[in-house]
């Protein structure tokens, strides 16, 4: 009966790196993105449509109206109104948010840009 000890070989060990390779190149992609300033957001929200956007910033305002509710995120750049599903955060709470820039709402030469998070 032997000792217990397992022997891979050399092509199970490159195996096993590849795997650790392949799962951490997954996981950088959420963990590791960029965050956008929110002032860069706003002065060019074209450069940011149909794409995921990473903001980090703290928590200056709630609301909540049945299926509308929202808070405002402010960084050291600007601030913008967050659009989601989950329960709200707390005021004053730092958070990180993933979503979408959408234009909620325009008239003439004003425009009200807001970001859609995603869901986890």
Same mark, same amino acid.
């Given at each position: 009966? +032997?000792?217990?000890?397992?022997? /891979? +070989? ?21 963990? /590791? ?5 929110? =002032? ?25 109206? /049945?299926?509308? =509710? ?25 958070? =990180? ?7 909620? /709402? ?15």
């Amino acid at each position: 009966m +032997g000792g217990g000890k397992l022997n /891979f +070989g050399r092509s199970g060990f490159l195996l096993v790196v590849l795997l650790l390779l392949l799962t951490l190149s997954a996981c950088q992609s959420h963990y /590791f993105e960029r965050t956008t300033p929110i =002032k860069e957001l706003l002065e060019k929200p074209r450069s940011y449509e149909n794409k995921v956007v990473k903001i980090e910033g703290v928590v200056t305002e709630v609301f909540s109206l /049945f299926v509308v =509710k929202y808070f405002v995120v402010r960084d050291n750049t600007g601030e913008i109104a967050v659009i989601t599903d989950r329960i709200l955060p707390g005021k004053g709470e730092r958070v =990180k948010v993933r979503g979408h820039l959408i234009e909620a /709402f325009a008239l003439e030469d004003k425009t009200l840009m807001v970001l859609k998070e995603e869901k986890e």
